[in-house]
């Protein structure tokens, strides 16, 4: 998946970027937690938890200022426990 999403974030002095809600298809859904973080091709990375505990996974690009939705909770059932 590679989709735009409008994201608000935080990004502390030290490089740490913290997202905090995300709009994916006019609909926005607030990170409750953060889970791991890497960087890949040029990204970083973050999978997140939403409200009702759906698991997205998230990228910034910091070479275009941009953020993309990469996967989405149907993605990750029966790769691991929803609950």
Do not use: C
């Amino acid at each position: 998946m590679n989709e735009a999403i409008g994201v608000e974030a935080r990004f502390n002095a030290g490089g740490q970027i913290r997202p905090l809600t995300f709009i994916w298809r006019g609909r926005r859904y607030r990170i409750l937690s953060l889970g791991r973080q890497w960087d890949e091709k040029g990204e970083r990375r973050f999978l997140v938890m939403t409200t009702g505990k759906k698991i997205f996974e998230i990228a910034y690009l910091p070479a275009e200022g941009a953020w993309r939705l990469r996967n989405t909770p149907e993605h990750f059932l029966g790769q691991r426990s929803m609950t």
